[in-house]
Every structure is written in structure tokens, then in C-alpha cells.
């Protein structure tokens, strides 16, 4: 099956700086990758999502950027906020079959410090 | 619309103890899914319903059972609960099957086994 690894596994910023949390995939197959946040003992939460015919989206202060060769994609966050503070997880899916399902990387707790 | 609801939020279990945890969902979605999740692991899918009358194991199914009761309600039963079980559980639906769409968690269950 698919394997994602994500890193790094904690990350700090001061407010107002930017954060990149990184991901690889092991199946070229893979073709769509969501990004979720999970705050503190809260549900996670689909916040960006991409799928493989496309380079870039970006939402707001929120940017995923994808690289089909090198099977990795990263999710950028601009201008952050202390309410940016939570778990950050990526997956990654093979489409094109109902057996699909999503592989989530480990996560990343990012802290914005004020 | 309540989205996603487990019950119960909070179990304490006492080992060889059984259980079935509660999900239901009120979106009209077709798959619906069980994951577990462990400081440091991410979120690990124990087991996946793509339609009503179907499913299917995810990457970590051994101690555990499902029943999808109908389009609205999946259900997670530990048949003989081991410590190695303590853990959060979110049940998760989406529209779509095959993992490319989505992904809606219920607020989850804290079990505890002893």
C-alpha cells in the first residue's frame, strides 16, 4: 500500500512568520492529497486539498504545492497566527477505485508563539 | 445537521471487557470509516465501509469488528478489550468511496483499557 511520511514532527514560528510542513508518497498511483488540522482535543478538519492535475492551490494565508516527480507536496502557511497552533496532517489516495482509501503521515504540531 | 456523532465520548474498560462504539452520520454519505489514533501515529484506519452492505479491512483490524447497520450508522465492537487498545477513536464519512473526497470526523471516543 501507500506509505506518507511527513516532517517535520514539531515545528515553532514566531507570529507573523511562515511555515512548511513537508510530505512524500510512495505511489506514483496517488492522486489526491488533503491536508487536515486538528486542534487541541477538537476533531480533525479538512483545511486544503489538491489533486494531482494541478501544481499549486492556495486558500488565503494557506498554500499546497505538489511535485509529481519527485512524489512529494508541502503545505505553506503565511502570516501565522497563534490560532494556526495545532496538529497538521497530511494523506494521500489512490482514486479510481471504491476500495480507495486515505494514508495519513504522522502529523506535525506546529506552535505560533506571539 | 449534527454531522458526524459517536457515543460514547469517554470508556473505561477493564481488559477481556467488550464494547461497541456508535456512529451515525445525517449527510447522505455512502462510505463511512474507523480510525484510531496514538500520540505520534497519525491517524491509522482500522476498518472502512465504501456503500452500505460492504467492508473492508484498513491497516490495523486485528481485535476489532464492524457492522454497517445501514447508510446512516457504522458501528466499531471490541470483542475482548486489551490495554494495547487505549486509544481515540474517530469515525469519518465521505461522499464519495475510494478516498478522494472529503473526509467528515465525529468528535471521537476516549477509551481507556485497564
Known amino acids: 500500500g501507500e506509505n506518507v511520511e511527513q516532517h517535520p514532527s514539531t515545528l515553532s514560528v514566531q507570529e507573523g512568520d511562515s511555515a512548511v510542513i513537508k510530505c512524500t508518497y510512495s505511489?506514483?498511483?496517488?492522486?489526491?492529497f488533503p491536508w487536515y488540522k486538528q486542534e487541541l482535543k477538537k476533531r480533525p478538519q479538512l483545511i486544503i486539498d489538491i489533486r494531482s492535475n494541478v501544481g499549486e492551490k492556495k486558500d488565503q494565508r494557506i498554500a499546497v504545492t505538489l511535485n509529481k516527480t519527485a512524489k512529494h507536496f508541502s503545505l505553506h502557511i503565511t502570516e501565522t497566527q497563534p490560532e494556526d497552533s495545532a496538529v497538521y496532517f497530511c494523506a494521500a489516495s489512490i482514486g479510481g477505485s471504491t476500495l480507495g482509501r486515505l494514508y495519513f503521515g504522522r502529523g506535525t504540531q506546529l506552535t505560533v508563539w506571539p | 445537521n449534527a454531522g458526524v456523532t459517536q457515543t460514547p465520548k469517554f470508556q473505561v474498560l477493564k481488559t477481556g471487557q467488550s464494547m461497541t462504539l456508535q456512529c451515525a452520520q445525517d449527510m447522505n454519505h455512502n462510505s463511512m470509516y474507523w480510525y484510531r489514533q496514538d500520540p505520534g501515529m497519525g491517524l491509522r484506519l482500522i476498518y472502512y465501509?465504501?456503500?452500505?452492505?460492504?467492508?473492508d479491512k484498513g491497516e490495523v483490524p486485528n481485535g476489532y469488528n464492524v457492522s454497517r447497520l445501514n447508510k446512516r450508522e457504522f458501528s466499531l465492537r471490541l470483542e475482548s478489550a486489551a490495554p494495547s487498545q487505549t486509544s481515540v477513536y474517530f469515525c469519518?464519512?465521505?461522499?464519495?468511496?475510494?478516498?478522494?473526497?472529503?473526509?467528515?470526523f465525529g468528535p471521537g471516543t476516549r477509551l481507556t483499557v485497564l
Open positions: 469519518a464519512s465521505s461522499q464519495l468511496a475510494g478516498g478522494t473526497d472529503t473526509q467528515y
Open positions: 465501509s465504501a456503500s452500505e452492505g460492504t467492508t
Open positions: 505511489d506514483s498511483a496517488s492522486n489526491y
